[in-house]
């Protein structure tokens, strides 16, 4: 059972970071959660929105998923605030 749920949630990492790629011109290796605490940070509505809900689903699960090296290649970069994509708002 272990590997069943190990690659079921291969699969759904692998799923998020597609439509990250393919549909929002993002990173291939950055998750629709990295790309929305980034935007979060710096200030943007739909981020704001979408690390709601998602820390509804599981607690702190924007600020867990925010990696500072990924992301740099995204045909459309991530928002960046004042002191940097990654920096955590006051």
């Not at 990250?20 to 509505?45: D, H, M």
Request: aromatic share 8%; hydrophobic share 40%; proline share 6%.
């Amino acid at each position: 059972m272990k590997y069943v749920t190990t690659y079921l949630l291969n699969l759904l990492r692998w799923i998020d970071c597609g439509v990250n790629t393919l549909i929002l011109f993002g990173s291939p290796y950055e998750t629709i959660s990295e790309r929305s605490a980034k935007a979060r940070n710096a200030g943007q509505k739909w981020g704001c929105v979408m690390c709601a809900f998602l820390d509804w689903v599981r607690k702190d699960h924007c600020n867990r998923a925010l990696q500072i090296q990924i992301g740099d290649d995204a045909i459309i970069p991530d928002p960046v605030n004042e002191e940097g994509p990654n920096h955590l708002p006051r």
